[in-house]
């Protein structure tokens, strides 16, 4: 029986950098299970599927960032390989959406000997995004927190950039047509969710990464205080009249100040915006 091609494309720079000690032990578990997968570190300045040809299965290691890589990469060169995820990031939000262990041995089994299933891809513009668009306050603190503060202190190195974040926290007058309806919010934050998850928080629990939806959630403006208890009562409720929340497959959005997107803790397209979930997208073995 023919061994299946896989490639495992990781990223030394996800997490605490710890995936290289574990390339040898994740290799042997896909060779029990009949699987011929070659490691390959990720360089980010190149398509990774220059080099790719005849691979049907790609295991991913890292990050959310690096899962959007991977699969904008893909869709680039017009491809639809199975893809499998290691969580050796910081968040692993979609990594958490798929059902993937913590555990870095314990995924690899997983995907080892894992069934095929399709799930949602978001996409904004002409850019792909597996678990989260967004903009506004905190939206872009993954950005600007360095891989060094990340190894270190892991999710707490977001704090400082979040701080600075709060204190610059603006209103963004947006424009959303969806489902044919026109809706004007005076805002401070815009997720859209295709996972249900944003830094291990689940702020959209009732999202579905299988059910063709997006989930989006807008928080309305105020000052720096209520925005803050606002949030927290999300948080920790699921519920608060400052937070609008609705679920759409398509919607544009327009937005009369310059506003920096995140698309799964990377840079995102600019103004306007338009977001659509495109069904079983994506195929993961899992």
Not at 3 to 8: D, I, R
Not at 125 to 131: A, G, L, P, Q
Not at 176 to 182: A, F, L, S, T, V
Request: aromatic residues 6%; contains cysteine.
């Amino acid at each position: 029986m023919r061994s299946m091609s896989a490639v495992l494309l990781y990223n030394t720079s996800s997490g605490r950098g710890h995936i290289e000690s574990h390339i040898e032990d994740i290799k042997a578990i896909f060779r029990e299970a009949g699987i011929d997968i070659q490691p390959k570190r990720i360089d980010f300045s190149k398509n990774p599927f220059d080099e790719l040809e005849g691979t049907e299965l790609v295991v991913i290691c890292g990050g959310d960032g690096t899962i959007n890589f991977v699969i904008n990469a893909m869709k680039n060169k017009g491809l639809d390989l199975v893809i499998g995820v290691i969580p050796t990031g910081t968040a692993n939000d979609f990594a958490g959406a798929i059902g993937m262990n913590s555990n870095i041995i314990i995924a690899a089994q997983q995907i080892a000997h894992g069934k095929v299933r399709r799930v949602d891809c978001g996409k904004v513009n002409d850019k792909y995004f597996v678990n989260i668009l967004s903009f506004g306050v905190l939206t872009t603190t993954s950005q600007h927190t360095s891989d060094r503060e990340k190894h270190i202190v892991g999710r707490l190195a977001y704090l400082r950039t979040g701080v600075v974040d709060l204190l610059n926290m603006h209103s963004m007058p947006l424009t959303i047509r969806c489902n044919g309806e026109e809706h004007k919010f005076e805002a401070v934050m815009f997720l859209a969710f295709n996972g249900n998850s944003a830094g291990q928080f689940k702020l959209a629990p009732s999202s579905k990464i299988e059910d063709g939806m997006l989930d989006i959630l807008i928080l309305d403006y105020d000052n720096t205080a209520k925005t803050c208890w606002n949030m927290m009562h999300y948080i920790i409720n699921h519920e608060s009249g400052a937070v609008h929340h609705f679920r759409c497959n398509k919607l544009e959005v327009y937005c009369n100040t310059e506003e920096h997107t995140d698309i799964d803790g990377q840079p995102g397209p600019q103004m306007p915006l338009n977001i659509e979930c495109v069904a079983g997208a994506l195929k993961i073995k899992a």
